[in-house]
């Protein structure tokens, strides 16, 4: 198995460009995020295309919006996605808008001399970034077992520079009465970005793999469900690994926590008939604290 993966990804990352992906990396959901930013293997609302593209099959027809202010709102991101299933196959769309604000473009009196206190930079515009990414969604399955594929386009303006690209994402979902398994490979065959400058970069490929057990507590009306996602960056050694936990009361106030990246996470959902509202924060040791809070409506 190892020998085949390698003959199929070995020669793609050789054409691959480093942090070329990082702009995916943000994470969508306020329930995902509040537990660690795990989601490969838990099928429960359409933010799953983002995680897993098999798991929309599982996941509740409807729809999610996210707005997030990552890094004390220097990052804002927007999420929405939607599923709809019919029989034993579901689609879904997915919409993701990250912006930077506030970025200042300095000069120098006199440019034949470094900045300093005699020559301090003087800022002249006021600029933002933006990237936005485009999700059609596929899956068939059955009443334990999915497989589905994301087909995405993604736009990058970065003020100097402008670029288009697009990829495929694929996913495997296991559903059993007291597990989920998933497994996820994003930009399976190196997403390309062409720049506007003719250049090109390839995202390299990361694979996913998410378990899941889910432990009802009976006498409480509660249900605790723990996950782990171990996640292989193609172009390092050793993964990252992400964690998180959800306690259920009666399917309408949820309590979480987690670990994103070595930084703790927290947060709360409410449900309530078909409306659901959930929040998460995550800390970061470095950069100030991020706040996600997503909406969904279930058809």
């Known amino acids: 198995m190892y020998r085949i993966v390698s003959i199929i990804f070995i020669p793609l990352l050789l054409m691959a460009t480093k942090y070329a992906g990082e702009f995916q990396e943000l994470g969508v959901g306020g329930r995902a995020c509040a537990m660690g930013g795990t989601g490969v293997a838990q099928f429960v609302d359409p933010s799953v295309i983002y995680f897993n593209p098999a798991g929309s099959f599982y996941a509740d027809r409807g729809v999610l919006l996210m707005h997030a202010e990552n890094f004390a709102g220097v990052v804002k991101n927007e999420f929405g996605s939607?599923?709809?299933?019919?029989?034993?196959?579901?689609?879904?769309?997915g919409l993701q808008y990250i912006s930077v604000s506030g970025i200042k473009f300095t000069s120098l009196d006199d440019t034949t001399s470094p900045p300093g206190s005699e020559n301090p930079p003087i800022p002249y515009d006021t600029v933002g970034t933006?990237?936005?990414?485009?999700?059609?969604?596929?899956?068939?399955?059955?009443?334990?077992?999915?497989?589905?594929?994301?087909?995405?386009?993604?736009?990058?303006?970065l003020v100097v520079i402008t670029g288009f690209g697009g990829g495929v994402d694929l996913g495997l979902a296991l559903k059993l009465d007291y597990l989920r398994i998933g497994l996820a490979v994003r930009d399976f065959i190196l997403s390309p970005i062409v720049w506007s400058n003719g250049t090109k970069e390839t995202i390299i490929p990361k694979i996913s793999l998410g378990i899941a057990p889910v432990i009802p507590l009976e006498k409480i009306n509660s249900v605790i469900i723990l996950e782990c996602d171990f996640i292989k960056p193609l172009d390092v050694d050793g993964f990252d690994m992400k964690m998180g936990l959800e306690c259920a009361y009666k399917n309408l106030i949820f309590g979480r926590?987690?670990?994103?990246?070595?930084?703790?996470?927290?947060?709360?959902?409410?449900?309530?008939?078909?409306?659901?509202?959930?929040?998460?924060?995550?800390t970061h040791s470095e950069l100030k604290n991020s706040h996600k809070i997503s909406a969904g409506f279930t058809l």
């Open 82 to 93: 939607a599923i709809l299933r019919r029989g034993n196959m579901s689609i879904g769309l």
């Open 257 to 282: 926590a987690g670990i994103h990246n070595g930084n703790f996470t927290i947060g709360a959902g409410l449900k309530y008939k078909r409306f659901s509202l959930d929040y998460g924060l995550i």
């Open 130 to 157: 933006k990237d936005m990414l485009f999700y059609i969604n596929g899956a068939k399955g059955n009443d334990k077992f999915s497989y589905g594929a994301n087909i995405k386009v993604f736009y990058r303006d």
